[in-house]
Nanobody, 124 residues
Framework: QVQLVESGGGSVQAGGSLRLSCTVS????????MGWFRQAPGKEREGVAR???????TYADSVKGRFTISRDNAKNILYLQMNSLKPEDTAMYYC??????????????????WGQGTQVTVSS
């Protein structure tokens, strides 16, 4: 059974950094697309960044220049390096994967698998 597990969340002061990780298990190949999403209380889920197996990346405007998505294709591990964190970045962060489709073809709600989330809290 395919599972995604996030780690690396926590509490940090504004301007600080965190690195999130997402590990895929139950699948022996590189997922075609993996991405990060976040959801703050009372708000809709927001796409943060995504990266496909050919290293094509897409970022939300709100995180460009501050966040970097990367992945280890061989091990199916997805990372999100978050720098210059702001209180507005506070949210539950989820990773998602689609095993077969390229990222540019997938709507935010269309990923096949999701992790349980890891909380990121940024204080001012």
């Amino acid at each position: 059974q395919v599972q995604l597990v996030e780690s690396g969340g926590g509490s940090v002061q504004a301007g600080g950094s965190l690195r999130l990780s997402c590990t895929v298990s139950g699948y022996s190949y590189s997922a075609a697309c993996m991405g990060w999403f976040r959801q703050a209380p009372g708000k809709e889920r927001e796409g943060v960044a995504r990266r496909d197996s050919f290293a094509s990346t897409t970022y939300a405007d709100s995180v460009k220049g501050r966040f970097t998505i990367s992945r280890d294709n061989a091990k199916n591990i997805l990372y999100l390096q978050m720098n210059s964190l702001k209180p507005e970045d506070t949210a539950m962060y989820y990773c998602a994967a689609d095993l077969y489709r390229r990222c540019y073809t997938i709507p935010d709600s269309g990923f096949g698998y999701w992790g349980q989330g890891t909380q990121v809290t940024v204080s001012s």
